[in-house]
């Protein structure tokens, strides 16, 4: 069992096609603990996910996961390790695709740091 806590909702999208989009844009440092993925048809789609720091350019020069299959109707949760997850400066986005449009929900989980 993961003893880091998933966080609240930062970010959901559910991608009409298959451009690249923001599911997170940071506007204070944020620590994504938990992206969770559900492909909603019967047959696999690939899918990818991007950290881009200070802008939504996303590239296989930002790439966390590429062109990853996820099995019909399956759910796949990437978590975090024992505090570690992706953080994000102000400004950074965390972008996902879809390789079939309107097949995959992403949800992000985390902690946005407190302002003092």
Same mark, same amino acid.
């Given at each position: 069992?993961n003893a880091?806590?998933?966080?609240s909702l930062?970010g959901?999208v559910?991608?009409?096609?298959t451009?690249?989009v923001?599911?997170v844009?940071?506007t204070?440092?944020?620590e994504?603990?938990?992206v969770?993925?559900?492909?909603? %048809?019967? =047959?696999?789609? +690939?899918f990818r996910?991007?950290?881009?720091q200070?802008g /939504?350019?996303?590239? !296989?020069s930002?790439?966390?996961?590429?062109?990853?299959?996820?099995?019909?109707?399956?759910t796949?949760?990437?978590?975090?390790?024992?505090h570690?997850?992706?953080?994000?400066a102000?400004?950074? %986005?965390? =972008?996902?695709? +879809?390789?079939?449009?309107?097949?995959?929900?992403?949800? /992000?989980?985390?902690? !946005?740091?407190?302002?003092?």
């Amino acid at each position: 069992m993961n003893a880091l806590a998933p966080g609240s909702l930062l970010g959901q999208v559910a991608p009409a096609n298959t451009t690249a989009v923001a599911l997170v844009t940071a506007t204070l440092r944020t620590e994504i603990t938990r992206v969770i993925i559900c492909n909603v %048809t019967a =047959g696999a789609v +690939t899918f990818r996910l991007f950290h881009d720091q200070q802008g /939504a350019t996303y590239a !296989v020069s930002n790439a966390l996961y590429y062109d990853v299959s996820i099995p019909g109707n399956t759910t796949l949760n990437l978590d975090a390790e024992m505090h570690s997850g992706i953080t994000l400066a102000a400004t950074d %986005t965390l =972008g996902c695709r +879809t390789g079939t449009g309107a097949a995959l929900t992403f949800s /992000a989980y985390g902690v !946005v740091q407190a302002v003092r």
